[in-house]
């Protein structure tokens, strides 16, 4: 693997290598998201220097509602030729918990952005709903590598708060996103199932981004 495409959150951190025969999916996902995923790193409050307990409040809320979004979406895929379950139960948890230690709003509802953007993609690909899928979990997945930068990045300068949700899967993590990768490479073989792919994902990258600004529109 050449030039990774870095994983959301902000990172600009390498991913762990695939073996090439079988990042012919992968690398179109990269490439298919590269600019969307420089705009969320430049958008980012979270990633600048002096982000505080407010912008990670804001930060949490936005990804609670794109995953309650997202889930129902992507969960078909835990049923599929190449299952692969989303951890969402356990995430979802540590958001709320989060928020709870940062005496935040109320939690947040599903994304309707997020729901509305999922739904037309889907409409756009209505016999590679799977393959759609495996494009949205490509950016939910990939993006706990990016948690894991970010908690090291703000652990110290945000304590007490724990920080649970950037924490991701502790040290399983990079070994999940490795069996995750293999399992993507497995489910996305043909050129049409790796065309829906893209556009999941392209898809997942501009809802989290919204999500953003509505957060940003909101207070905390």
């Given at each position: 693997?050449?030039?990774?495409?870095?994983?959301?959150s902000?990172?600009?951190?390498?991913?762990?290598?695939?073996?090439?025969?079988?990042?012919?999916?992968?690398?179109?996902?990269?490439?298919?998201?590269?600019?969307q995923?420089?705009r969320l790193?430049?958008?980012?409050?979270?990633?600048?220097?002096?982000?505080?307990?407010?912008?990670?409040?804001?930060?949490?809320?936005?990804?609670?509602?794109?995953?309650?979004?997202?889930g129902?979406?992507?969960?078909?895929?835990d049923a599929?030729?190449?299952?692969?379950?989303?951890?969402?139960?356990?995430r979802?948890?540590?958001?709320?918990l989060d928020?709870?230690d940062a005496?935040?709003?109320?939690?947040?509802?599903?994304?309707?952005?997020?729901?509305?953007?999922?739904?037309?993609?889907?409409?756009?690909?209505?016999?590679?709903?799977?393959?759609?899928?495996?494009?949205?979990?490509?950016?939910?997945?990939?993006?706990?590598?990016?948690g894991q930068?970010?908690?090291?990045?703000?652990?110290?300068?945000?304590?007490?708060?724990?920080?649970?949700?950037?924490?991701?899967?502790?040290?399983?993590?990079?070994?999940?996103?490795?069996h995750?990768?293999?399992?993507?490479?497995?489910?996305?073989?043909?050129?049409?199932?790796?065309?829906?792919?893209?556009?999941?994902?392209?898809?997942?990258?501009?809802?989290?981004?919204?999500?953003?600004?509505?957060?940003?529109?909101?207070?905390?």
């Amino acid at each position: 693997m050449s030039t990774p495409h870095p994983i959301p959150s902000g990172t600009g951190r390498a991913l762990p290598a695939v073996p090439a025969a079988r990042t012919g999916g992968l690398a179109a996902l990269r490439e298919a998201t590269r600019e969307q995923h420089a705009r969320l790193d430049a958008a980012l409050p979270l990633a600048r220097e002096g982000a505080t307990l407010q912008d990670y409040v804001r930060h949490a809320r936005a990804l609670a509602a794109w995953l309650q979004a997202l889930g129902p979406v992507i969960s078909p895929i835990d049923a599929g030729p190449h299952p692969w379950r989303l951890d969402d139960p356990g995430r979802l948890q540590a958001l709320r918990l989060d928020l709870e230690d940062a005496a935040a709003a109320a939690w947040p509802a599903a994304g309707v952005e997020t729901e509305e953007a999922a739904a037309r993609v889907l409409e756009r690909f209505p016999a590679r709903a799977a393959a759609v899928a495996w494009g949205m979990a490509y950016v939910v997945e990939g993006s706990q590598l990016g948690g894991q930068w970010l908690h090291r990045r703000l652990s110290a300068t945000l304590a007490p708060h724990p920080l649970r949700y950037l924490q991701g899967s502790g040290g399983e993590t990079a070994a999940r996103w490795k069996h995750f990768l293999a399992r993507l490479a497995d489910a996305l073989q043909a050129p049409e199932d790796i065309a829906a792919a893209c556009a999941g994902a392209q898809t997942a990258f501009d809802a989290l981004r919204r999500q953003y600004d509505v957060q940003e529109e909101t207070p905390a």
